[in-house]
């Protein structure tokens, strides 16, 4: 399985990274939205999963979030926000606008594989 991990912070790629990586992924990272739709023109295969954060320069999470479900091609790819922004209403916007899943920061490594198990997204060997 394949994710895309779209955070301005290094440190928190690193993390999200790691915590996948432990779970089975191969990680491809971007800064930004806009270096994530870079990443999924790209030639290689879409990812299974994006980790998107919202607050972002040049591209910010919820512009990618809605550029992607307006791309047929990328309607298989599972996004989950993972970001501070934490009122209701930020909420909704972000899973109306086509997010699958909501992780507010900060964060354990196992609320983000539980998050991933509600999607059906932990490989089995993992999940057992």
Known sequence: MRALVIDDSRAM???VSRILVDLGYEVVEAGDGQQALD??????????LACVDWNM???DGLTFVTTVRANR??????????TTE????Q????LAAGAHEYLIKP????ALRDK???LGLVPEEVGA
């Open 73 to 82: 091609e990328w309607r298989d790819l599972t996004l989950m926000m993972v």
């Open 39 to 48: 990443v999924l023109r790209s030639a290689g295969p879409v990812p299974n």
């Open 91 to 94: 909420i909704v916007r972000a």
């Open 13 to 15: 790629r690193r993390i």
């Open 107 to 110: 964060f354990t490594p196992d």
């Open 57 to 59: 320069p040049v591209m």
């Open 116 to 118: 991933l198990l509600l």
């Open 86 to 89: 934490s009122e209701q209403s």
